[in-house]
Every structure is written in structure tokens, then in C-alpha cells.
């Protein structure tokens, strides 16, 4: 699937945004330093994912410019599969808050035209204090600009 880089700072609500890492990948290809092999590398796995349940988005992609990005989440958790389970619709990540234990979610930005993808949010899903129901800002898979 894809890497997850380590986290350069979190908050405490449990939210790593990777804007900051996504504009320098990008300046380093537009510089030269990063060759289009080195930014246009999704696994095939999560293309599937993004032609499969990808949600698309608006604005085109940073590299080839042709085509829609796509937003792809994946939750890792407790009796989940260990690669992580693959989310297709928004309810799923409510019901997943619902659940013992700490889920985390990985938002993920794909082209399926030229294979770019990165990194965008992590999320920890949690449960509002008074209604015990999962917190909407955690659910938010917007576009990241």
C-alpha cells in the first residue's frame, strides 16, 4: 500500500495535517530535485481503491494536470485487518468512532491517470464527550486546500 511518514508534529485532538510536506514534494519535483517516477509511485492497490471508492474532489492533479484527484481513506484499528480497511462511504468512519479502541484514519490524495498520490491527513477518530457520537471534525475527508 502506501508509506505513512512519520508525523513532524500532532495535535492534540489526535489531527497530523501533511500540506506542509505535500507543497515541498511538489516544489522539489517543479525545482528538478524529484523525478516523475519518484512522485507518480501509488501502489496498485490503492489506484483499485481509487477508482473503486475514491471520492473525488475538486482541483486537478499537481503533476499531470489532467485529471481529477481522488481522496481515498483507510482506518487502522483494532480488529481490523492489519493493512487497514478501506472506506467507501462517510457513515463508515461514524461507526468505526463507535467502536473500543483508537482508530486511526489516513486520508490519502490519488491521480489515477498518472499514478501521484500523498499523504494528506491522520486522523484519530473519537467520540464527542456529551453524545458519545463520533466528532464530525474527524470525519472531514474536504480537500485539502
Avoid at 8 to 32: C, I, K, M, P, Q
Avoid at 82 to 96: D, H, N, P, T, V
Avoid at 107 to 115: D, G, H, M, T, W
Wanted: contains cysteine.
Amino acid at each position: 500500500m502506501f508509506r505513512v511518514p512519520p508525523a513532524a508534529t500532532s495535535s492534540s485532538e489526535g489531527h497530523v495535517d501533511y500540506r506542509l510536506a505535500r507543497a515541498s514534494v511538489l516544489a522539489d519535483f517543479r525545482g528538478g530535485v524529484l523525478d516523475l517516477a519518484d512522485v507518480c509511485d501509488a501502489h496498485p492497490e490503492l489506484v483499485r481503491a481509487a477508482r473503486a471508492v475514491g471520492r473525488e474532489v475538486q482541483g486537478d492533479c499537481p503533476i499531470c494536470e489532467r485529471a481529477k484527484l481522488v481522496h481515498v481513506t483507510y482506518v487502522f484499528g483494532p480488529r481490523l485487518p492489519k493493512y487497514g480497511r478501506c472506506i467507501s462511504l462517510r457513515g463508515e468512519l461514524a461507526r468505526l468512532a463507535k467502536r473500543p479502541g483508537t482508530h486511526v484514519a489516513y486520508i490519502v490524495e490519488v491521480c489515477q491517470a498518472c499514478s501521484w498520490n500523498h499523504l494528506l491527513r491522520r486522523s484519530t477518530l473519537e467520540r464527542s464527550a456529551e453524545s458519545q457520537e463520533p466528532n464530525p471534525a474527524t470525519e472531514s475527508t474536504s480537500d485539502p486546500d
